[in-house]
């Protein structure tokens, strides 16, 4: 049995079986976290659902559609790096690993532009709040939402690409045994969990309450 | 009768007094002193155990302990089953106690309460105006209709156990029957900032005649309904609504295109909104039109109503609010 | 036994392995963060009892006889934050729960030891934050933040607060994701699950909520914040936006937070009750399961807070009915203790008797309890003084009184002394009295109406005051006496042995203090929790 770093476990397939106990306990606090702003946008939609019609209106479902489809293709490009990682080949276990992050910073390039986009259209709810209809104090509302959820999800992003990074790294210089695989998949689980995040969003922000 | 001399009791040994004053007082109580009737059981129960145990069992005592591996789980189900079945009780009691706690009867007397940092504001349906003080006739149904000019506060009579919320932006409303004539602490219960704990008053409740005395010597105005109709005109409304006559816009002169929903007896009636939903007019829904209208829209009406948040006032909202309530009335 | 003073005399220990300042401050041993993190605690405990103090003494008098309603502002919502999550919600878990834990599952540390002390320099610098909003800037919210006085009437410094706030809350969720991962995958062989101690359970409970709880209120302070800054109205009604959305959000975390703070309590009780009865826990399923059941439907009473504060009726009958159902599974726990001292060999060392007051006080708080589950009778007591010597009773009178408890029980295994039990009965005896007389006054405070929060307060409510400050006074007393023969039992205390007490427990199988991996070899395990010998034995009661 090869030998794992702590002295608390048996064995190094004890501690990297650990090690992902603890991911899926992690991302069921996360669940709860990001649950809590979709709880906002539930209430937002029952006591202002003209004001969230008007919001999403004003939502660019082109730059929206196309991170989808690119975070969908990272979470493809990670599962295939988990595949090779458990297969032993470090290095295709970490090319994938960085093009998933390649497919991250492309969302986060996207949506940085997106962001530009909608403040320059006014789409901040400040003073200079553009939207006009009806119920437009809804809308804001519905932009505050918008913006603390990308914000968010975007923060949980980066973080991603840092942790992707930092698997690739593991994988290419060490043997595909014990701790680098599970880095790799500990990773995908996170980034898979980010991607889910972002499937719940998507139609929340853009597609449910569209006109 | 045993509640009256359980107060008195407990008032001689605490040195505090708190007759309970109104109508629902009287039955809050009731369920307290249940409450601490089975309370003080209870932990007869448990201290009067823990301490027979813990002087019989203790270390060196020849009590037998024989038969002490006995199967538990009759006594984890029987206390279980005990327990569920007193504190449904208890619930039901006090869920009863709540739901006619906020259950105006029609014929309350109205009075529009507005908190703000840090003072009382009453206002009685016959113009006659209070700060921190609230004068009420005794046995009369008051509903007191509340909302803050600023932070959440809480309007508290704890003569009459109740209090509730007074927000910004919402109605609240409380409601009660004083029982007992005197005066009364009424205080605000939600803090609001460095005065809270000065935020307060008197309840003073009156015999009829004194109270009649009390709003004829203190009447400062037309009152709240004739005071909203001047108010109506001044900002406007009667340019599109056309207080009694619907539609006929041109008759006043201004705004002669503009189409606005009658006002005629809306209050407490269905109003179709233009997203299919149905909703009756309340106190809320007529100041929500008036502060911030384009967030529900007539049916068959466009949303061109100005939003008024900003330009009137909570005190002019009260008086608009039982003008247009006064209207059509009699429908 | 016999006295030692001298380090170089100790037989080697997790306490002198190393003794640099680097070697305590970056050591990812469960029993040193642990030992970090009780001094930490400690500190904040004096601190926001400091404030309670201060409070107490300005209530004296009807006008406030010390500070001005302002600093009386500062000085309960200082009080609230810091005790609340500075002080209760990590308190037994991060202390004790860090150091036994492992010992009690026959493992040799945590499942993430780095991630362990990554969470201690999370609440520090959380708390460093925190304190720093309170004292340079003054916050005046109360702990509770209720917008919008907390978003657009205060000068506080609200953000700065939360953003601390925020921080220690990661610390909550790493500590609670260590703890259900080792509970899970590192308990000795042959230690299943119906084996565990009842601490271990409730340490799993609490995590549990530790877990699921804390994210919301993440979530929630960072609306808070953005709104404060950029005053985009989501909990502003002027613009449409909902105060109430905030205190739903709030409480659905801070409701659950006060089980944190209570759970590991009773897990400790049931530990000393047992050692010191010498006798298996009675109906120990029914506790277990009572301690996950409570975890569960903590999550679902949180409107109780709010029954005036203008949610439905039908909401507030529906949290009412919940509020009673998790009331249950406590009562069944006190009677489970009374079937423990039933018949058992029962000694009044201070763990005991710290344990025996937490019974009696937690009852005492959680029957008031059903007084304020009930809606009709909440009406009148809540926002009184009545709420305040509820939780009081339990957070104070159960929750510290079961810290003590734990303390008491396990400092032979920590430190490898005994204290002076004589001064551990004082202690305990003048905690019990002092606690009572300051609380109890204010339930008789709240039901004549006396609101909370109050800087000044009608006269006629002053000798119940007077009554309550004269308590707080003893109290201190009670509380500042262990800090000296506990800290005396460090320099002159008799060396401990393995296992004092003469209990069941795997944390009781090493020696004390304990190596720092642990044991030599990990124990297998063949007996259920509490095997002591049946009551009735002539091996029952303890030899020493």
Known sequence: MAEPRGFQYASAAHETDTARAGMWLFLASEMLFFGAIVYVWMVLRITHPQGVVL?????????????????????????????????????????????????????????????????????????????????????????CFYWVATALHGLHMVIGVGLLAWAARLAWRGPMAGRHVTAVEVVGLYWSFVDTVWLVMYPLIYLVARP | MIQDLLTNAISAITGLHLRPASSSARETDALLFALIGGTILVLGLVFGLMLYYVVRYRHGTKASRDGSDAKSWRFEISWTVATLVVFFG????????YVRLFQPPANAIRIAVTGKQWMWKAEHPGGQSEI????????????????????????SIPAFRIKHDVLPGRYTSLWFTAVEPGTYNLFCTQFCGTDHSQMGGKVVVMEAPAFQNWLETSRTSVGLVAEGQVLFTRYGCS????????????????????????????????????????????????????????????AGYANQMPPFAGVVSEGDLVRLLAYIKSLGANR | MSRTSTVEDLPPSYLNKENTLFSWLCSTDHKRIALLYFGSITAFFFLGSAGAALMRLNLISPAGALVSHEGYNRLFT??????????????????????????????????????????????????????????????????????????????????????????????????????????????APGLTWYRL????????????????????????????????????????????????????????????????????????VSEVITAFSRKALFGYKFVVWASMSIAVISFLVWGHHMFVAGQSIYSAIVFSLLSYLVAVPSAIKVFNWLGTLHKGHIQFEAPMLYALGFVGLFTIGGLTGLFIAALGTDVHLTQTYFIVAHFHYIMVGGMV???????HYWWPK???????????????????????????????????????????????????????????????????????????????????????????????????????????????????????????????????
């Open chain 1, 55 to 143: 919001g999403t209106s004003h939502t660019n479902l082109i730059l929206g559609s196309i991170n989808t489809a690119l975070l969908l293709t990272s979470s493809f490009t990670l599962t295939l790096g988990v595949m090779r990682a458990r297969a032993g080949q470090g290095a295709a276990a970490a090319r994938c690993c960085l093009l998933t992050a390649g497919l991250g910073v492309g969302f986060l390039a996207l949506k940085g532009l997106e962001w530009g986009l909608d403040l320059h259209e006014g789409l901040w709810p400040g003073p200079g709040f553009a939207p006009w209809g009806d119920d437009v104090g809804g809308a804001r509302l519905f932009m």
């Open chain 2, 90 to 97: 208890l619930f039901v009691w006090g869920a009863d106690l």
């Open chain 2, 132 to 155: 921190n003080a609230l004068h009420v006739p005794i046995n009369q149904p008051i509903e007191l209709l509340m909302t803050s000019e600023d932070v959440i506060h809480d309007f």
């Open chain 2, 239 to 298: 340019g599109c609504h056309a207080a009694g006559q619907p539609g006929m816009a041109a008759a006043r002169g201004s705004l002669s295109s503009v189409r606005a929903p009658p006002l005629d007896g809306v209050y407490g009636h269905p109003v179709p909104l233009n997203d299919g939903t149905v909703v009756i007019a309340d106190d809320q829904y007529i100041r929500d039109s008036i502060l911030m209208p384009a967030r529900q829209i007539v």
């Open chain 3, 78 to 187: 200082l009080h609230g934050v810091v005790m609340v999550w500075f002080f209760l919600v990590p308190a037994v878990p991060v202390t004790l729960g860090n150091f036994i834990l492992p010992l009690m599952l026959g493992a040799r540390d945590l499942a993430f030891p780095r991630l362990n002390l990554l969470s201690w320099y999370l609440f520090i610098t959380g708390g460093l934050i925190t304190l720093w909003a309170l004292f340079w800037g003054g916050l005046n919210t109360g702990w509770t933040f209720y917008t919008p006085l907390s978003t657009n009437y205060t000068n506080g410094h609200v953000v700065l607060a939360v953003v601390g706030i925020f921080i220690s809350g990661f610390s909550s969720i790493t500590t609670g994701v260590n703890f259900i991962v080792t509970i899970h995958r590192l308990r």
């Open chain 3, 197 to 268: 101690p009842v601490f271990a359970w409730s340490l799993y409970a609490t995590s549990v909520i530790y877990v699921l709880g804390t994210p919301v209120l993440a979530m929630t302070l960072i609306l808070l914040a953005f709104e404060r800054i950029f005053h985009v109205g989501v909990f502003d009604s002027r613009i449409g936006g909902d105060p109430l959305l905030f205190q739903h959000l709030f409480w659905f975390y801070s409701h659950p937070a006060v089980y944190i703070m209570i759970l590991p309590g009773f897990g400790v």
């Open chain 3, 401 to 407: 009184s079961a810290f003590f408890a734990g303390l």
């Open chain 3, 414 to 544: 920590i430190t490898g002394r005994m204290y002076s039990d004589a001064w551990g009965r004082v202690a305990a005896a003048i905690i019990f009295f002092g606690f009572n007389l300051t609380f109890f006054p204010q339930f008789v405070l709240g039901y004549y109406g006396m609101p909370r929060r109050y800087a000044s307060y009608p006269p006629e409510y002053q000798v119940w005051n007077v009554l309550s400050s004269a308590g707080a006074v003893i109290l201190a007393i009670g509380y500042l006496t262990p800090l000296f023969y506990l800290s005396y039992s460090l320099l002159r205390g008799t060396r401990a042995t393995e296992n004092p007490w003469e209990a069941t427990g795997l944390e009781w199988k090493t020696s004390s203090p304990p190596q720092t991996e642990n044991f030599r070899h990990i124990p297998t395990v063949v007996d259920g929790p509490y095997n002591y010998p049946p009551p009735h034995s002539p091996a029952a009661p303890r030899h020493g």
